[in-house]
């Protein structure tokens, strides 16, 4: 069984502009959480969608956002990207269910913004 | 969400050696979970806890959830090169943000032959 896959897996990019990766859960995972992960800050929650529904939402600005389609592949989006938000982004699915908390993460997307 | 106290932030030890190290919070967890970062990789799961008490073994791994739910420790037996990376806790919980995995900040582990 495939695990959950990101991509890319690096981006370089500058300030101003916007990006979007992509998150494809583990077959069968209908929820999918994004975090930002940084040196100072550690692992933070961003938002987890199930059902192609926001479920939960951290302390963001609207800047990122995110989605989720039919099939349960998600995308999140940064828009006006800042020099801070040089990080790992990590995305996890769960299974639908009384084990919703035990998440599988996927290698991550490596953003630096120039 | 909500940051817990992991500690210790670093260790360096011997291959062989025992190792030790604990999660704490302020909140009430239902879940407690330990996961394994290697560098350039994603977290990978170690252990799942889902009630107060439980002690749970993966092979030289042994996690406990806390009697109060408020944290939880895990110990690697004989310590070998490959045990080297970043451990976190996070704790499943209800926060600012909804139900969510709350993470420690991990602890970054390194063995020596």
């Known amino acids: 069984k495939a695990g959950v896959t990101q991509t890319p897996r690096y981006l370089i990019k500058t300030r101003g502009q916007q990006v979007t990766l992509s998150c494809s859960p583990i077959s069968g995972h209908r929820s999918v959480s994004w975090y930002q992960q940084t040196p100072g800050q550690g692992l933070q929650f961003l938002f987890e969608?199930?059902?192609?529904?926001?479920?939960n939402k951290g302390n963001f600005p609207g800047r990122f956002s995110g989605r989720q389609f039919s099939n349960s592949r998600s995308e999140m989006n940064v828009s006006t990207l800042e020099l801070g938000d040089s990080a790992l982004y990590l995305c996890?699915?769960?299974?639908?269910?009384?084990?919703?908390?035990?998440?599988?993460f996927g290698a991550g997307t490596r953003l630096s913004v120039l | 969400g909500q940051q817990l106290n992991q500690s210790p932030q670093s260790m360096f030890i011997q291959e062989g050696e025992d190792v030790s190290m604990n999660c704490t919070s302020s909140s009430i967890f239902n879940t407690w979970l330990w996961y394994k970062q290697d560098p350039g990789e994603g977290p990978v799961l170690l252990i799942a806890?889902?009630?107060?008490?439980e002690l749970t073994s993966n092979g030289r791994l042994t996690a406990q959830f806390g009697i109060t739910r408020k944290d939880s420790f895990l110990n690697i037996s004989a310590s070998i090169p490959s045990d080297v990376g970043i451990y976190f806790c996070a704790g499943f919980g209800n926060s600012n943000s909804g139900y969510a995995l709350n993470f420690g900040k991990g602890t970054s582990l390194l063995v020596t032959p």
């Open positions: 969608y199930f059902s192609e529904t926001q479920r």
């Open positions: 996890a699915s769960s299974l639908p269910g009384p084990r919703t908390n035990i998440q599988y």
């Open positions: 806890l889902y009630k107060a008490g």
